[in-house]
């Protein structure tokens, strides 16, 4: 135990010592050069899916790959979405964020760990095998959930990147980690889909502030720390534009974990639910947090129960 502790101490230091991503530390609102690469995999090694996707995904921050899933497949979903929202005991759970006004269910965190089904989406081989590529290494969920966004009252996700608050709350050392957003309902231009900034990777937003206590408690309903002042969100889109990820039940969308997105509420009778995948380099486990904070809960992020997903050779 104590040459597990001295370890986990050791490597706190060296990421102390090496940060090259500050924020929330008092400094202006700025936008700094990316110090990583995006896809870590070096050329001579073959990409699951065709390199026009790779090289796509290098540029731009993101790629969408339509009908990943079969009906079938999404209607297996669609009834573990519906069951666990049915259930009385996801109600009752640490796991579920209501949306900001109402009971509505907003977000059900670790369902690769509650959830047959989706512990076998994560682990399909379709999604797994390219994060490993990406990532060049073994991989695990760093974070799950299913995003529910209910018709009429789903409120909006602010823009925000990902690594910015893994890094400062969770501890993510550097950006080897990234995103599938799987569409499990029809993702319309009008139900609110994630909205991303092609791009916006390749530069990290210094954000303002500090992190309030507890800040995972307010800022999953509604993001107001750890976000882009509106100079640095201008100089992103004046550079890069927004694109509008829309797309029928069964696409995948991949994003690194620095591109700045977000998605505007939902006031359509259109519910728009996906379910949500971080994948982590297992050489990137996070450490203590770069905040003056204790870490955020399990659920929320993976810091005790770290294991690597399985190579499967066959799909669910």
Same mark, same amino acid.
């Given at each position: 135990?104590?040459?597990?502790?001295?370890?986990?101490?050791?490597?706190?230091?060296?990421?102390?010592?090496?940060?090259?991503?500050?924020?929330?530390?008092?400094?202006?609102?700025?936008?700094?050069?990316?110090?990583?690469?995006?896809?870590?995999?070096?050329?001579?090694?073959?990409?699951?899916?065709?390199?026009?996707?790779?090289?796509?995904?290098?540029?731009?921050?993101?790629? %969408?790959?339509?009908?990943?899933?079969?009906?079938?497949?999404?209607?297996?979903?669609? @009834?573990?979405?519906?069951?666990?929202?049915?259930?009385?005991?996801?109600?009752?759970?640490?796991?579920?964020?209501?949306?900001?006004?109402?009971?509505?269910?907003?977000?059900?965190?670790? %369902?690769?760990?509650?959830?047959?089904?989706?512990?076998?989406?994560?682990?399909?081989? @379709?999604?797994?095998?390219?994060?490993?590529?990406?990532?060049?290494?073994? %991989?695990?969920?760093?974070?799950?959930?299913?995003?529910?966004?209910?018709?009429?009252?789903?409120?909006?996700?602010?823009?925000? #990147?990902?690594?910015?608050?893994?890094?400062?709350?969770?501890?993510?050392? @550097?950006?080897?980690?990234?995103?599938? #957003?799987?569409?499990?309902?029809?993702?319309?231009?009008?139900?609110?889909?994630?909205?991303?900034?092609?791009? #916006?990777?390749?530069?990290?937003?210094?954000?303002?502030?500090?992190?309030?206590?507890?800040?995972?408690?307010? #800022?999953?309903?509604?993001?107001?720390?750890?976000?882009?002042?509106?100079?640095?969100?201008?100089?992103?889109?004046?550079?890069?534009?927004?694109?509008?990820?829309?797309?029928?039940?069964?696409?995948?969308?991949?994003?690194?974990?620095?591109?700045?997105?977000?998605?505007?509420?939902?006031?359509?009778?259109?519910?728009?639910?996906?379910?949500?995948?971080?994948?982590?380099?297992?050489?990137?486990?996070?450490?203590?947090?770069?905040?003056?904070?204790?870490? @955020?809960?399990?659920?929320?992020?993976?810091?005790?129960?770290?294991?690597?997903?399985?190579?499967?050779?066959?799909?669910?």
């Amino acid at each position: 135990m104590s040459e597990l502790i001295l370890e986990q101490a050791s490597d706190d230091f060296l990421a102390r010592e090496a940060d090259v991503y500050p924020s929330r530390n008092g400094q202006s609102a700025r936008l700094i050069g990316r110090q990583d690469p995006v896809v870590h995999a070096s050329k001579e090694q073959s990409p699951p899916v065709d390199c026009s996707f790779i090289d796509a995904y290098n540029e731009q921050g993101f790629v %969408v790959l339509n009908d990943v899933f079969t009906p079938d497949e999404v209607s297996t979903f669609q @009834r573990e979405l519906d069951r666990l929202r049915a259930d009385p005991k996801t109600q009752q759970s640490a796991d579920v964020i209501t949306e900001p006004n109402s009971n509505d269910l907003r977000s059900l965190f670790r %369902v690769h760990e509650n959830s047959p089904n989706f512990k076998a989406l994560a682990a399909d081989e @379709r999604l797994a095998d390219l994060a490993r590529y990406l990532l060049d290494d073994e %991989v695990y969920i760093h974070q799950s959930r299913l995003n529910y966004k209910p018709g009429f009252r789903g409120k909006e996700f602010y823009w925000h #990147s990902d690594f910015e608050t893994w890094h400062m709350e969770d501890g993510m050392p @550097r950006m080897r980690a990234l995103s599938m #957003s799987i569409t499990l309902t029809e993702n319309f231009d009008c139900n609110g889909p994630l909205m991303l900034i092609p791009g #916006s990777h390749k530069q990290y937003v210094v954000c303002e502030g500090e992190t309030p206590k507890d800040h995972y408690l307010t #800022s999953l309903k509604k993001q107001e720390y750890g976000v882009p002042s509106d100079d640095c969100l201008k100089t992103l889109v004046a550079q890069g534009g927004i694109v509008s990820a829309a797309g029928k039940p069964g696409s995948v969308i991949v994003f690194d974990c620095n591109l700045m997105h977000g998605s505007n509420g939902n006031i359509t009778p259109f519910p728009r639910s996906n379910a949500f995948f971080v994948y982590n380099a297992l050489s990137n486990k996070v450490v203590n947090p770069f905040c003056a904070q204790t870490p @955020r809960p399990e659920h929320v992020c993976t810091r005790k129960n770290i294991i690597p997903i399985p190579k499967l050779k066959r799909r669910i």
